[in-house]
């Protein structure tokens, strides 16, 4: 923080200096560039007043969203109506009604074995496989833990705390039960020890407690069970017990009947037992309910253990037995089932996930009266289920939080803050016409908390794309998040006969349609997808539903050092469509365990069908054009790595390792299909030597194989994917390697033959979800540049010679690596040796192409992965009416400048320094009734909505890569400001993003840092340690967005928000919801005087005469470790942190105290009176009786 502080006072310095702007490049670290003086342009830099500082800045986490990742607890408060969700990374969720969605997390990360509310008293206790138990303040918007209990001896293994007690109950793998005071969080004295509660003839220890809990019908009274089998009876006062149960099945758990007088357990054998406290020598009725009756009266077989059983009346009905588990053993395929019997009635519900626990909620909390079930919450590992049982069909309610994100794993993300107003509502009209039916009609039980809208007011929509190819659109505002409408982009495709895909030519053995990247532009409407199996999608938005052909077109990508000839770009025809390919790719779907080697290699084939036939595409995103990538001479289509779509030029491009393509999607044709090296032309700075011919393109990158082996795993996790000059190959960072045509050896054949022709070179299509791989470690803490980038976009395969490096080898082509100086590589000769420049990004924009240009025209900027900037110049038909018919001209203007490292961003400021956006066409429904000539002309915005005035003669192009940011005067290409953001590590991800009316470089970097540049000075206005990238999910999922948000996945289920502004991290308190709101608990009905009579003594009982340090002693101090929590010190930030309720609360009861103070001023005062008069009126009488003798009197 310290050096947090200091660029804030050198912010200050450089504000109040003259001319403070214009050093604040060199001020910031970045190293002075030879052109940073005004370049030829002639543009002074104290023009453009930069208004943002480090005060601007602050990060903090916001909110997560998403189902709790590897769930093992559940805990309901039935009076606030708030459930709890432990995890086994020590994550506790606790959610409300929706709005109201809390994360907290225990620092050490050890697994939440159980968690038990304080009903109605804003607390909950949490028990960790670390032997803690911790108590967590629920009364403040962030939770934190008031105290800790470390047990150093024993293991925890059950807790219970009873409706309105202070004392919770403990039990331990030892068998023994020790009691904790919730208030001090101190041991009591008190301990049932195993030995004393089983009988002294047992000669074998009971095992771990299972259960505990207190009678209802007298609260003096614990029901301890043991593993084993053995139930105990504990009088608390007496200290003996009173009764003791054994079976012969180990026992998982107990439930009471509310009377108090039985209780049921179930069993490992898949049985139910019901014992009576008046005959506790055996159950007085056993049922194994799945188990098959044998025909010869013998005991029915067993099943299934039963892992957890609750036992709950009704008033007006048949009891409700509720149990998970005990299916009979021959039904192996069956899936996990909840079963509900009610009176006769069995009912079996098959859950899609295995059961983690369930709780059945009732309309009272006193566990001494008609329970009334009304629904039933079942977590499952990977789903929230809550069952309503006040129907005979049991039907389930409609879950309002965002718990199925993780569906399909996620593969991708993008954020929009402050997107146009009407999309939110427009999409949720769509997406709601396609929501299932069959729900209960019942509001969500889970209601608790209060949620306010805050003062956040500006709308957000998040875009999830994921592995089975849909694309789900959420709407993100106010720090919520609910699904608006989900889009399957595998519809446009055929679908895979079954054992078809073996011999087809898909590229990835699992998962064809996931997307890998996607496009956005919300004022269009025009939505772009990147499929992993080289394709993409261009999606119009509609309001009518619409039956057509899916128009499609094949470009070929080749990489072909020899096959330059000129720099022109060329008109390539259309390619046949898909059907025209179906024979050949008959004829190579052969046997499987051949190689076709005898002229039948796979070329201009795309890796999937597009359906032919007319599609009915209802509201929404409908499919205008596929764009395939085929393969080219027995070659597979490279993974897309970068894209961009403009509505306005009506143009995409996409770029692989191979080259870039830029397609009119308006007029259905490939403008552009080149090779990275012919986009130079004779621009190329760097001599390259002509290949020769591959001599057997049969056996490139399509066949070559991850073997399992470890020296090939250390291979794919420290290979880089964008420069490993060292070894001779350039590959994508958002895909394969692309590895060179080197012959196989014999055993290599042998196991591509295994795997048969055209199977995928790649494991599986890499989801951000499924990513839990262990990564090498550098000095510096976080992951190796190639382990990251190697895995970023895209599972690798590697050419022959590559499997047998060893790791030393390659740490030192590591080194190697970090170490070049030059911006594209280490060494030329490298370069010749079969590099391939990846593309990594695109822009299109209205900028200044070429150095002498007068007036800005359309270009398509290109960033490559050896940090090569290239523009390329549009020329669009001048009119819009020649649109639809004149060809749009693609050639490159000759321009160049260069970055260290691969191109990641580009962004264009005007003279003053506002960000301009590109041109697009205003949305129009492409199927309205109305098809007049107004609505036929499009509306195009060529220029930001912000910057009415001109944008004057010069800009200021913004150019990020993973190593330094750049910021160029256009058209003079001078290079004003350059900073070096990082030397040892990389960026993951950098945008340019406005901030409070102005517009600064985020960057996230793979040391975990996120840092923020001012534009155009580039002056470090933010450096923060946040987030070491542990795994692959972060570093392909993290993005940023306007007004300082941010988000990432912190799990394969679950989302993380984050804000990088100040002003949203002081307004956070106000936005998050309240999990503790004022209700009154429920009285407890009137037991009448019989009951009360001969219904035991339980209301006499007094826990703290009996567990006090008075009676009981105190713990041995070795036992347990009390340890005080930050609570206090929360709850004091909370109530500070703006919250104008509670300040009024606060205010409200010292007011109150004071009035009672006054009130107690007042009688003391009258009091004090009333004793001076009353002493008077004593001394009066003493002194006149004074002289008397008694027989006076």
Not at 1005 to 1024: E, F, V
């Amino acid at each position: 923080m310290k050096k947090f502080n200091f660029r804030k006072v050198l912010d200050g310095l450089t504000a109040s200096s003259p001319g403070g702007s214009a050093g604040g490049g060199g001020a910031g670290g970045g190293s002075a560039h030879p052109g940073g003086t005004a370049g030829a342009a002639g543009t002074p830099r104290e023009e453009v007043q930069e208004t943002l500082t480090s005060d601007y800045f602050q990060i903090c986490k916001t909110v997560r969203h998403g189902f709790p990742y590897l769930p093992t607890a559940l805990a309901f408060d039935p009076v606030q109506k708030i459930l709890a969700i432990g995890t086994r990374t020590g994550a506790i969720r606790i959610l409300g009604r929706p709005g109201v969605d809390c994360y907290c997390q225990h620092e050490s990360g050890a697994a939440v074995l159980q968690l038990q509310f304080l009903i109605n008293e804003g607390a909950l206790v949490s028990a960790c496989a670390d032997d803690t138990l911790h108590l967590w303040n629920l009364r403040q918007k962030r939770p934190a833990i008031l105290h800790s209990l470390k047990f150093n001896r024993e293991r925890i293994t059950y807790c219970h705390l009873p409706f309105q007690s202070k004392w919770l109950y403990v039990g331990t793998e030892r068998g023994n039960t020790h009691i904790v005071n919730i208030e001090s969080f101190i041991l009591s004295g008190y301990v049932i020890m195993w030995n004393k509660a089983i009988e002294l003839s047992t000669k074998t220890h009971p095992g771990p407690v299972v259960h505990l809990s207190d009678s209802p019908r007298d609260e003096g009274k614990l029901l301890i069970g043991y593993e084993n089998g053995t139930v105990v009876f504990w009088d608390l006062r007496s200290k003996r017990a009173d009764l003791r149960a054994y079976y012969d099945e180990a026992i998982h758990s107990v439930a009471w009947h509310h009377e108090g007088k039985q209780f049921m357990c179930s069993h490992s054998d898949g049985s139910l037992t019901l014992w009576n406290l008046k005959s506790p020598n055996r159950p007085f009725q056993t049922t194994i309910p799945h188990g098959k009756i044998q025909r010869d009266g013998k005991k029915p077989e067993s099943c299934k253990p039963i892992l957890k059983v609750e036992y709950k009346t009704c008033k007006n009905s048949e009891p409700f037995v509720i149990f998970s588990g005990g299916l009979s053993y021959d039904k192996a395929c069956r899936r996990p089932s909840l079963t509900i019997m009610h009176g006769k009635a069995i009912t079996v519900l098959e859950m899609d996930h295995p059961i983690v626990d369930f709780l059945t909620l009732c309309e009272t909390p006193y566990p001494n009266e008609f329970q009334e079930p009304y629904a039933v919450v079942v977590l499952l590992e990977k789903d929230l289920i809550v069952v309503d049982l006040t129907q005979s069909n049991f039907p389930i309610f409609e879950n309002p939080y965002p718990i199925d994100i993780h569906e399909s794993p996620v593969t991708c993300t993008e954020y929009f803050a402050d997107c146009p107003p009407d999309l939110i509502p427009v999409l949720y009209s769509v997406g709601a016409k396609h929501k299932k039916q069959g729900y209960s009609n019942k509001e969500w039980p889970i209601s608790g908390g209060a949620w306010n809208l805050g003062a956040q007011t500006y709308p957000e929509i998040i875009i999830t794309g994921h592995a089975d190819g849909s694309v789900k659109f959420w709407d993100a505002s106010a720090i919520t998040l609910q699904m608006l409408y989900k889009l399957k982009t595998s519809k446009v495709f055929e679908k895979q006969k079954p054992g078809e895909g073996k011999a087809t030519a898909e590229i990835v053995e699992e998962d064809p349609f996931a997307v890998q990247m996607m496009y956005w532009c919300p004022e269009s409407r025009i939505f772009c997808v990147a499929g992993v199996s080289a394709y993409v999608v261009v999606y119009r938005f509609s309001k009518h539903e619409v039956n057509t052909e899916i128009a499609s077109l094949e470009v070929r990508l080749q990489y072909e050092v020899e096959d330059i000839i000129t720099p022109e770009p060329e008109i390539i025809p259309q390619f046949p469509d898909a059907s025209s390919q179906l024979p050949s790719l008959k004829s190579l779907s052969g046997s499987t365990n051949t190689v076709a080697c005898e002229g039948m290699m796979k070329d201009s084939i795309p890796c999937l069908s597009v359906k032919t036939r007319p599609v009915r595409m209802p509201p929404g995103y409908q499919a205008d054009l596929v764009i395939q990538l085929v393969w080219v001479d027995g070659e597979p289509p490279q993974q897309i790595t970068s894209l961009a779509v403009n509505s306005a030029y009506g143009l995409v491009a996409f770029g692989n390792c191979n080259g870039l393509a830029v397609v009119d999607f308006m007029q259905k044709s490939v403008l552009l299909s080149m090779g990275t090296l012919e986009l130079y032309g004779s621009s190329d700075p760097y001599q390259r030597q002509p290949r020769s011919p591959r001599k057997s393109k049969q056996f490139a990158a399509g066949l070559t194989e991850l073997s399992d082996s470890p020296v090939s795993l250390e291979l794919e996790r420290c290979k880089s994917p964008t420069s490993d000059h060292v070894n001779g190959h350039c590959t994508s960072p958002t895909s394969q390697s692309c590895s060179s045509g080197k012959r196989l050896s014999s055993a290599d054949v042998s196991k591509a033959n295994r795997r048969g022709p055209g199977r995928p070179p790649f494991r599986k299509a890499q989801s951000a979800a499924c990513m839990e791989i262990s990564l090498p470690v550098t000095t510096e803490g976080y992951i190796s540049r190639r382990a990251v980038l190697q895995q970023l976009h895209g599972i690798s395969s590697f050419s022959h010679d590559e499997r047998h490096c060893t790791a030393h080898t390659w740490m030192n082509k590591e080194n190697r690596e970090n170490s070049f100086s030059r911006s594209r590589s280490s060494s030329v000769s490298s370069i010749d040796r079969d590099s391939k420049e990846a593309i990594t990004a695109l822009y299109f924009m209205e900028s200044f192409a070429r150095k002498n240009d007068s007036a800005v025209s359309p270009c398509l900027w290109v960033g490559t992965g050896l940090g090569m900037v290239l523009i390329l110049s549009l020329n669009l038909p001048a009119s819009d009416d020649l649109r639809q018919s004149e060809p749009v001209m693609v050639s490159p203007s000759g321009t160049v400048l260069t970055l260290k490292g691969a191109v990641l961003t580009f962004a264009c400021l005007d003279c003053t320094g506002t960000l301009i956006h590109p041109p697009y066409e205003v949305w129009r429904d492409p199927h309205s009734a109305d098809d007049g000539e107004k609505t036929r002309k499009r509306k195009l915005v060529m220029h930001s909505p912000s910057s009415s005035q001109d944008m004057g003669d010069h800009q200021f192009a913004v150019i990020c890569s993973e190593k330094q940011a750049k910021v160029f005067s256009l058209p003079s290409q001078t290079c004003l400001y350059v900073h070096n953001i990082t030397e040892t590590s990389f960026l993951l991800q950098a945008d340019v993003v406005t901030l409070c009316n102005s517009v600064c470089l985020a960057c996230f970097c793979a040391n975990g840092h996120i840092m923020t540049l001012s534009l155009p000075s580039l002056r470090p206005l933010l450096d923060i340690n946040y987030l070491p990238v542990t795994d692959m999910r972060i570093a392909r999922t993290f993005c940023f967005s306007n007004e300082g948000q941010a988000l990432y996945l912190s799990s394969p289920t679950e989302i993380q928000r984050l804000t990088y502004s100040q002003e949203m991290c002081d307004n956070l308190q106000d936005m998050l919801g309240d999990l503790f709101t004022p209700v009154e608990t429920p009285e407890a009905q009137n037991r009448g005087f019989l009951k009360g009579l001969f219904g035991g003594s339980g209301q006499a009982f007094d826990r703290e005469e009996l567990f006090g340090e008075a009676t009981a002693g105190k713990a041995s101090r070795s036992l347990a470790q009390h340890i005080p929590g930050s609570g206090g010190i929360e709850g004091v930030r909370g109530a500070a942190g703006g919250v104008i309720g509670d300040l009024t609360r606060a205010r409200i009861a010292l007011d109150e105290r004071g009035q009672k103070l006054g009130e107690l001023d007042e009688r003391t005062a009258s009091m004090m009176a009333s004793a001076e008069a009353f002493s008077k009126h004593a001394h009066e009488v003493m002194l006149k009786y004074k002289d008397k003798k008694w027989y006076q009197f």
